[in-house]
């Protein structure tokens, strides 16, 4: 968490940098005017009104989050151009310079962040495939997370994005936590419940719970709705797992944590040597974790898949990119798939953002997954070896194509 203050207390000072920057090149642009020459500080108020006044009306109609986000981006982007612009006019009028990065970091900031937009807001569909030398059937999940219903998305488009699963035919859904938010009314948890009765996965559908289902930043308040998450659930045929196991057909055995944040909330979770042990070792083991914080001791217990939300994918760039490299938030992964001996891994991007409305490093999706038997091969020819069992904890092998 002291991690994430300081990220914030940078933001918010480079918020403030971005500000004066961009009021002190309005100020560059009319500097040589008549005005300027006779009343120079009420210019720049002047430029610092005008300045605040779009942030104000930034503020108004997007929040105070997403016009950091705004500003920071403008101011960036001005920079870079003022830098750009300079270096390639030396010689050129200085005021029609600063005109023309002014209106070219317009342009960038306009374009990159309409693209950002555009990515939260446009739910799109990412196919992976695992395989597995284990004696199970092909098996097609649908795996998505991060609903946040209320916060960012409505029930009424909650229920076509289940009918755009379905279309997928996926043989199981699995819900990989914070369905709901902190600020989600119970009417909108009610009718969000009720629009998980639309899918149609003959191996049903199944739920771990997030942070924000829980009301981790907001716990009190949060109990009823937790409450009501669950009977709401639960009268949608959704099976819940909290450091449960639940055996599926022909070989495959499903598993679902608590959220990581219990822990922090005086209520430890199972260890994930301890819940795997109730896996028969010759099954395939599918392990649900909302937050993918666990991933030595989930390897070590010899889980074959596990899937996770929580990232948003970093949302946008910069964030992933600190979050990959400062190990921020304790992610063993922040958007993707990869392997750590025997176990995959993969981590979706969520089905839209959580306070930020942008997402410059990823996209909002939903997984179909398909976990592929194939042959055991023999290490040296490749050739595979007839009538012999696969290792009860095999390799996988991952490749993967996003459809956009």
């Not at 300081?6 to 090149?25: D, K, P, Y």
């Not at 191996?203 to 998450?229: A, S």
């Not at 070792?281 to 991933?295: G, S």
């Not at 889980?303 to 190990?327: E, F, K, N, W, Y």
Request: with cysteine; hydrophobic share 45%.
């Amino acid at each position: 968490m002291i991690l994430w203050d300081i990220l914030i207390a940078l933001s918010v000072i480079f918020t403030v940098l971005s500000l004066c920057g961009i009021t002190r090149h309005l100020y560059g642009i009319l500097k040589d005017t008549a005005l300027a020459k006779r009343r120079p500080f009420a210019l720049a108020a002047a430029c610092a009104i005008c300045v605040l006044g779009a942030a104000a009306l930034s503020l108004t109609l997007l929040g105070a989050v997403n016009t950091a986000v705004v500003i920071l981006h403008f101011g960036a982007f001005l920079l870079a151009a003022a830098s750009l612009v300079h270096h390639f006019f030396k010689k050129g009028n200085k005021r029609t310079a600063n005109v023309a990065a002014l209106c070219l970091a317009l342009l960038c900031t306009a374009g990159y962040l309409g693209a950002a937009y555009r990515n939260s807001a446009e739910i799109r569909k990412t196919e992976y495939t695992v395989f597995t030398e284990k004696a199970v059937p092909k098996l097609r999940i649908a795996l998505f997370a991060d609903a946040h219903i209320g916060a960012t998305l409505d029930d009424e488009k909650f229920s076509a994005i289940v009918e755009k699963i379905n279309a997928q035919q996926p043989d199981i859904v699995l819900i990989a936590g914070d369905f709901i938010d902190e600020n989600t009314a119970v009417e909108e948890v009610t009718a969000a419940c009720a629009a998980l009765r639309g899918f149609t996965a003959p191996l049903g559908v199944y739920y771990v719970f997030g942070n924000h289902d829980t009301g981790f930043f907001e716990k009190e308040k949060q109990q009823e709705k937790v409450q009501l998450l669950r009977k709401g659930l639960q009268k949608s045929g959704v099976r819940i797992l909290e450091d449960a196991g639940y055996a599926l057909e022909n070989g495959y055995y499903l598993l679902g944590r608590a959220d990581a944040g219990s822990e922090e909330n005086d209520a430890p979770r199972a260890d994930a040597k301890t819940l795997l042990e109730k896996a028969p070792p010759e099954c395939y083991t599918i392990l649900l974790d909302h937050q993918p914080t666990d991933y030595k001791k989930e390897a070590e217990a010899g889980a074959d898949l596990v899937l996770s939300g929580h990232t948003h994918g970093g949302q946008l760039l910069p964030l992933q990119l600190g979050m990959r490299l400062l190990h921020a938030g304790g992610v063993d992964l922040v958007y993707g798939m990869k392997t750590l001996g025997n176990t995959a891994f993969c981590v979706t991007s969520g089905l839209n953002s959580w306070g930020i409305r942008f997402k410059s490093g990823c996209f909002s999706e939903y997984v179909i997954l398909t976990i592929e038997p194939q042959k055991k091969r023999h290490p040296a020819s490749g050739q595979a070896m007839p009538d012999k069992q696969p290792h009860p904890r095999t390799r996988h092998d991952v490749s993967a194509r996003a459809i956009f």
